[in-house]
């Protein structure tokens, strides 16, 4: 299976996302007093922490849902997120999944990927400008084969198992070739075999062209994915480094893994 090459391609360990000064507060709660980090191209980075340590509003500051009151946010080393509406950031390269999957149920699997091509807000007519029939039915083959449902491709999504329609909605985020792929929870809900089954499409996302970033409690999978982890705690970042080092690290277990 080869990846993707998009027509710019980053350098690996360049940084796909930087995130500086950040402060983020509703009304007087500080949900992030001052964060710093880093994601890279070609890496796998967990994120983890307790409940309310703040990981979904990095991701929501990251999407350009929520603004911050502070900090600057980068991606691809250059472009300043934060002064983008959602849609502008999705199409500069920022993909999310969210954990509750929005696949269309009536259109087989293929159509799903067909059609996420088209969702990017930019017009149809740019799009088949861009794409000719053949290139189109061979990016669909590629993802399909990525996500592992090739088999599945004219089943309909409804049909699908709960696993596989994440699965489904991943391929519809790798469809856009993002440069950064957020995962929240991936997991969650899933039986053993779909989320040992996760883990290795995860693990064939790293891919030199994008960054790929897990917000997840389940520390086994994580531990199994991810190149790199940071440990929030309270909008700060107390360890950065491998997931079995974290195990090891006294601030991180008394704050979490301990508990
Ligand atoms: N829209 C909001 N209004 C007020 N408080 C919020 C809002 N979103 C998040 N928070 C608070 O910010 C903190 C971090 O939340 P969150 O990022 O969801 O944590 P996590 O995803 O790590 O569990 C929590 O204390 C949460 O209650
Ligand atoms: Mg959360």
Same mark, same amino acid.
């Given at each position: 299976?080869?990846?993707?090459? @998009?027509? +710019?391609?980053?350098?690996?360990?360049a940084?796909?996302?930087?995130?500086?000064?950040?402060r983020?507060?509703?009304?007087?709660?500080? /949900?992030?007093p001052h964060?710093?980090?880093?994601? #890279?191209?070609g890496?796998?980075?967990?994120?983890?922490?307790?409940?309310?340590?703040?990981?979904?509003?990095?991701?929501?500051?990251?999407?350009? +849902?929520?603004k911050?009151?502070?900090?600057?946010?980068r991606?691809?080393?250059?472009?300043?997120?934060?002064?983008?509406? !959602?849609?502008?950031?999705?199409?500069?390269g920022?993909?999310?999944?969210?954990? +509750?999957?929005?696949v269309?149920?009536?259109?087989?699997?293929?159509e799903? $990927? %067909?059609?996420? &091509? #088209? *969702?990017?807000? #930019?017009?149809?007519?740019?799009?088949?400008?861009?794409?000719?029939?053949?290139?189109?039915?061979?990016?669909?083959?590629?993802? *399909?084969n990525?996500?592992?449902?090739?088999?599945?491709?004219?089943?309909?999504?409804?049909v $699908?198992?709960?696993?596989?329609?994440?699965?489904?909605?991943?391929?519809m985020?790798?469809?856009?070739?993002?440069? $950064?792929?957020?995962?929240?929870?991936?997991?969650?809900?899933?039986?053993? !075999?779909?989320?040992?089954?996760?883990? @290795?499409?995860?693990?064939? $996302?790293?891919?030199? !062209?994008?960054?790929?970033?897990?917000?997840?409690?389940d520390?086994?999978?994580?531990? %199994?994915?991810?190149?790199?982890v940071?440990? &929030?705690? !309270?909008?700060?970042?107390?360890?950065?480094?491998?997931?079995?080092? /974290?195990?090891?690290?006294?601030?991180?277990?008394?704050?979490?893994?301990?508990?």
């Open positions: 299976m080869t990846a993707v090459t @998009d027509q +710019k391609n980053p350098t690996p360990g940084q796909a996302i930087q995130i500086d000064g950040l983020v507060s509703f009304g007087d709660f500080v /949900a992030i964060l710093t980090f880093i994601a #890279r191209y890496e796998v980075h967990g994120v983890i922490g307790p409940n309310g340590a703040g990981k979904t509003t990095m991701m929501d500051v990251i999407t350009g +849902k929520t911050p009151k502070k900090g600057t946010v991606l691809d080393g250059s472009i300043d997120l934060l002064g983008l509406d !959602e849609p502008t950031i999705a199409l500069a920022v993909g999310r999944k969210f954990q +509750k999957p929005s269309f149920e009536a259109l087989s699997v293929r799903n $990927l %067909e059609i996420a &091509l #088209r *969702l990017k807000p #930019r017009s149809i007519l740019a799009e088949l400008r861009n794409w000719s029939d053949r290139r189109r039915v061979a990016r669909v083959g590629e993802v *399909l990525e996500i592992g449902l090739s088999a599945q491709a004219d089943l309909s999504a409804g $699908l198992a709960h696993g596989q329609k994440q699965w489904l909605e991943i391929g985020l790798l469809m856009q070739r993002p440069k $950064l792929l957020m995962l929240d929870e991936p997991v969650a809900g899933m039986t053993d !075999e779909e989320t040992s089954h996760t883990a @290795d499409l995860v693990r064939r $996302l790293r891919s030199p !062209e994008r960054a790929v970033l897990v917000i997840e409690h520390m086994a999978f994580v531990e %199994e994915i991810a190149d790199r940071t440990v &929030l705690h !309270e909008g700060n970042p107390i360890f950065e480094g491998r997931m079995e080092d /974290a195990r090891q690290d006294a601030q991180v277990r008394a704050v979490y893994l301990g508990r």
